[in-house]
């Protein structure tokens, strides 16, 4: 009876990762588990679209497959970098360096030091770029630049087909597309 009391009771339990190698299909660990043990090649599950590379020291959630030391692998994984104070239904896409995606009510805001989109890309919507006080006259003088570049930049040329137009500027009116200070259009 003892042995069986002990196997289930170990069957979940909480570890510390210390070591990830994350060069095969599936990441192998090396954990601390129960009372300071320590394992090695423990197997790293997840969901399929999304993977990490696991910091050092991570809480996580093993779990022996029949209740097997031998057989333990990671189901979950929790970290202090982890967004906080998220309201019910929000989503956040993070990593250990403070980028992240997240998806709240109406709004997906995406936060990186620098933001890299490859293949195709439509944007079918009316973006806005807002600033405060002396940053939107700034704000609104990089968007024109910017803008301007895109337009005469002969990749953008090469990669876009149909009418492309920029509408920017600057107004406390919600509705500012409709009184924005400068419009271009382009045919490409």
């Given amino acids: 009876m003892q042995k069986i009391f002990g196997k289930v009771f170990g069957l979940v339990y909480r570890a510390v990762i210390r070591m990830i190698d994350d060069s095969e299909s599936v990441q192998k660990a090396q954990i601390d588990g129960l009372s300071g043990e320590t394992l090695d090649d423990v197997g790293v599950y997840g969901q399929f679209g999304l993977t990490a590379n696991i910091p050092v020291d ?6 022996n497959v029949g209740a097997s030391r031998e057989h333990s692998v990671i189901i979950a ?97 919600p509705n500012w597309i409709d009184n924005a200070k400068s419009t271009t259009t382009k045919v490409l």
Wanted: hydrophobic share 35%.
């Fill in 58 to 63: 991570t809480d996580a959630i093993a779990v």
């Fill in 77 to 173: 994984t929790n970290s202090d970098c982890r967004p906080k104070n998220l309201i019910t239904g929000d989503v956040t896409i993070y990593d250990g360096h403070g980028n992240k995606i997240e998806l709240k009510t109406g709004v997906i805001t995406i936060t990186g030091t620098s933001i890299v989109l490859k293949g195709n890309v439509t944007l079918n919507s009316t973006a806005s770029l807002l600033g405060l006080g002396a940053t939107k006259a700034a704000i609104h003088e990089d968007v024109k630049s910017c803008i301007q570049n895109m337009l005469t930049e002969t990749t953008a040329k090469d990669s876009l087909t149909g009418n492309v137009t920029f509408t920017w500027g600057f107004t406390s009116d």
